[in-house]
């Protein structure tokens, strides 16, 4: 059997390169200009290979009881790993991704095509502009993964931005982001501080070698208008390979300290990761 090949592709923003995994047959890396954006195992939906994807599966399966569909926003496609976890493990999900890369959305569907049988709607687009422009109350959950290189962006960062979540969200929606930070955790604290003036609910997910400052990697954060299930997420987080903390409540406020909001006109993008952070070999 001949063993599958890299792609490469220049796309809108960079050049993407899709490596297959030569230990599973269906499994592939996707990468933008070096920086590992997604990992796809097309024979196993349900594993998530990254780190950082494994703490927002663990989230997407608490927002609501197992199995129950739900409509699913995807701010940033990559090679569209969350979306099809979540018609996997949520069939009957309703899913809507966003991507800014017209030509890396089509090189991931041409050599990574979605199930069939899953309600996956792809949009070329900026991603703040699609979603002014998205209905009231239309989504239960909410992902924003986005990342232009390995830093988000800052018009995605914004107070301006959160209130566009925010009114998109139904009442009892859930927003979950991948950010990343290092100490002294300017950029997190602000994203914090950001949705803490929106939403009452905020919990944080980390490896505790990052919350501390020792190095720089992803967080997750989940806002939202209700309690969310934190005991339940921190089993989950705890038996992961690599083991994350959850932090919410008093430990979340504590961690935003003096922050503050971060209006339009200040958002800046997240920091550039030091020099191997997030690279591969």
């Known amino acids: ?3 599958p090949l890299p792609v490469m592709r220049a796309v809108d923003h960079g050049t993407a390169k899709l490596m297959p995994d030569v230990d599973h047959e269906q499994a592939w890396l996707l990468t933008v200009d070096g920086a590992p954006q997604s990992y796809v195992d097309l024979e196993a939906p349900t594993h998530l290979e990254f780190e950082y994807a494994q703490r927002l599966g663990h989230a997407l399966d608490t927002v609501a009881e197992p199995g129950r569909p739900l409509d699913v926003l995807h701010l940033g496609g990559g090679a569209l ?3 099809r976890y979540v018609a996997a493990t949520r ?3 309703r899913q809507d991704v966003v991507e800014a890369d017209r030509a890396l959305l089509e090189l991931v569907v041409t050599h ?3 199930p069939g049988d899953a309600d996956i709607t792809l ?4 991603a703040r502009a699609w979603l002014e422009a998205a209905p009231d109350d239309s989504a239960d959950v909410l992902i924003a993964d986005v990342f232009g290189g390995s830093r988000v962006p800052a018009h995605l960062t914004s107070l301006g931005y959160a209130r566009e979540a925010e009114r998109v969200l139904r009442a009892d929606g859930v927003y979950l982001a991948n950010l990343a ?3 002294p955790f300017a950029f997190l604290r602000s994203q914090l501080a950001t949705f803490a003036a929106l939403f009452e609910e905020l919990a944080l997910i980390a490896e505790p070698a990052v919350l501390r400052g020792r190095r720089f990697g992803n967080a997750v954060l989940l806002a939202s208008h209700h309690p969310v299930d934190t005991a339940g997420l921190a089993r989950l987080t705890a038996s992961d390979a690599f083991p994350a903390r959850v932090e919410h409540g008093a430990a979340v ?3 935003i300290g003096g ?4 209006r339009d006109e200040d958002a800046v993008p997240s920091p550039e990761p030091p020099g191997g952070a997030f690279g591969i070999g």
């Open 112 to 114: 990574l095509p979605l």
């Open 259 to 262: 922050a503050e909001p971060v």
């Open 81 to 83: 790993t969350l979306p």
């Open 181 to 183: 930070d290092g100490a």
């Open 91 to 93: 069939p009957g999900s």
């Open 1 to 3: 059997m001949t063993e």
């Open 123 to 126: 949009h070329a687009a900026d």
């Open 253 to 255: 406020r504590d961690f």
